[in-house]
């Protein structure tokens, strides 16, 4: 379900403000950007990770195909949001097929959702040992809700494209984050994604995964609070938002309200940390990477660190894919890097990835 091999796929990156496309050449042992471009969205067309009007999404997709000239048409997309639920699970030492076989029922015991409304998928993350010493094996079970599945690949059809690669947004960043960062022996590494609509957070634990959770909170926040607070509208509120002046506005006004909403953000991380000590013997987070649009906001990277008692850096999703600059703006690419995170995760994947 999750995972689908052909040669050339697209990553596309469906997020509420905007769509993300990105593709990738396999070149010697890494890869090169051979395409790479960013469609806004008008607001509301997505709410938490829900499609209120499919048409105009679509004729963003196809905008988007249209301008990045793309012929191939088989794509990666991801989901995120109160629709997926990522656990993992310790079972008794089992095969593969064995597993495949009984993960419905494994699942019933840990998804809130009734389990014929959900597609599950697995995978193994190796083994372990039980209280008195039987061979147990770790597993990361993942289930999206049947409905969610099909409004997304829906939309991708529409627009013309076989959506042969569905993932998770938390994982397509840990995808980004192998190719350009790699593991620390002994390290716990913290990937938050700050979407407009939802933040992904992902727990890496020796570069495997450890923990996920999606929370329902992200850059809309910031603009409907300083929409509410200052008296402005949408439009100027953004503006406020990205440190852009506007008419009557003080910046420091501003900017107290987005420490106020950044605070809020804060809160959940740290929320979602005491929720992974208490199921990993009380481990200690010892850096976060953060990408997505909202982390590009100014002043976000130093305010988390200061919050959190954790270091906070920015992600680069292209520090170690090779960048033409007669096919790319250097400048343009490392301004606008971190939003594109989950679609650089999805350009990498392949049918059949485990």
């Given at each position: 379900?999750?995972?689908?091999?052909?040669?050339?796929?697209i990553g596309?990156?469906?997020?509420?403000?905007?769509?993300?496309?990105?593709?990738?050449?396999?070149?010697?042992?890494?890869?090169?950007?051979e395409?790479?471009?960013?469609?806004?969205?008008?607001?509301?067309?997505?709410?938490?990770?829900?499609?209120?009007?499919?048409g105009m999404?679509?004729?963003?997709?196809?905008?988007?195909?249209?301008?990045?000239?793309?012929?191939?048409?088989?794509?990666?997309?991801?989901?995120?949001g109160?629709?997926?639920?990522?656990?993992?699970i310790?079972?008794?030492?089992?095969?593969?097929?064995?597993?495949?076989e009984?993960?419905?029922w494994?699942?019933?015991?840990?998804?809130?959702?009734?389990?014929?409304d959900?597609?599950?998928?697995?995978?193994?993350?190796?083994?372990a040992?039980?209280?008195e010493?039987?061979?147990?094996?770790?597993?990361v079970?993942?289930?999206?809700?049947?409905?969610?599945?099909?409004?997304?690949?829906?939309?991708?059809?529409e627009?013309?494209?076989?959506?042969?690669?569905?993932?998770i947004?938390a994982f397509?960043?840990?995808?980004?984050?192998?190719?350009?960062?790699?593991?620390?022996?002994?390290?716990?590494?913290?990937?938050?994604?700050?979407?407009?609509?939802?933040?992904?957070i992902?727990i890496?634990?020796?570069?495997?995964?450890?923990?996920?959770?999606?929370?329902?909170?992200?850059?809309?926040?910031?603009?409907?609070?300083?929409?509410k607070?200052?008296?402005?509208?949408?439009?100027?509120a953004?503006?406020?938002?990205?440190?852009?002046?506007?008419?009557?506005v003080?910046?420091?006004?501003?900017?107290?309200?987005?420490?106020?909403?950044?605070?809020?953000?804060?809160?959940e991380?740290?929320?979602?940390?005491?929720?992974?000590?208490?199921?990993s013997?009380?481990?200690?987070?010892?850096?976060?990477?953060?990408?997505?649009?909202?982390?590009m906001?100014n002043?976000?990277?130093?305010?988390?660190t200061?919050?959190?008692?954790i270091?906070?850096?920015?992600a680069?999703?292209?520090?170690?894919?090779?960048?033409?600059p007669?096919?790319?703006?250097?400048?343009?690419?490392?301004?606008?890097?971190?939003?594109?995170?989950?679609?650089?995760?999805?350009?990498?994947?392949?049918?059949?990835?485990?």
């Open positions: 379900m999750f995972f689908g091999k052909p040669k050339d796929i596309l990156d469906i997020g509420s403000s905007s769509i993300k496309l990105v593709k990738l050449k396999e070149s010697g042992k890494g890869y090169q950007l395409r790479f471009g960013i469609q806004p969205l008008a607001t509301e067309l997505i709410v938490d990770g829900t499609i209120m009007d499919a999404v679509v004729d963003a997709i196809k905008a988007l195909l249209s301008e990045q000239k793309i012929k191939i048409k088989t794509a990666a997309i991801s989901v995120s109160n629709a997926v639920i990522v656990k993992k310790t079972l008794p030492a089992m095969s593969e097929d064995e597993l495949a009984s993960i419905k494994e699942a019933e015991q840990y998804i809130p959702f009734d389990i014929n959900v597609n599950v998928d697995f995978q193994i993350l190796g083994s040992q039980g209280a010493g039987q061979p147990q094996i770790n597993v079970l993942v289930a999206v809700k049947k409905d969610k599945l099909n409004d997304y690949t829906a939309l991708v059809t627009a013309g494209l076989d959506p042969l690669v569905v993932d947004d397509a960043i840990e995808n980004m984050y192998s190719i350009n960062y790699g593991a620390t022996p002994g390290e716990i590494t913290a990937l938050i994604n700050i979407g407009a609509g939802i933040m992904n992902n890496l634990k020796d570069g495997t995964f450890a923990f996920a959770r999606d929370i329902s909170i992200g850059g809309n926040r910031y603009t409907e609070t300083i929409q607070e200052l008296g402005l509208s949408y439009e100027e953004e503006k406020a938002k990205k440190s852009e002046a506007v008419e009557g003080q910046a420091n006004e501003v900017q107290r309200i987005m420490n106020t909403v950044s605070a809020e953000l804060a809160s991380i740290t929320r979602s940390f005491d929720f992974f000590r208490t199921t013997a009380h481990e200690n987070i010892d850096k976060i990477l953060i990408s997505g649009g909202s982390a906001l002043g976000i990277a130093p305010f988390l200061d919050k959190l008692g270091g906070v850096e920015l680069n999703p292209f520090k170690n894919i090779k960048i033409n007669k096919d790319f703006d250097p400048e343009y690419i490392q301004h606008v890097a971190p939003i594109a995170g989950v679609a650089v995760g999805l350009a990498m994947r392949r049918v059949g990835d485990r």
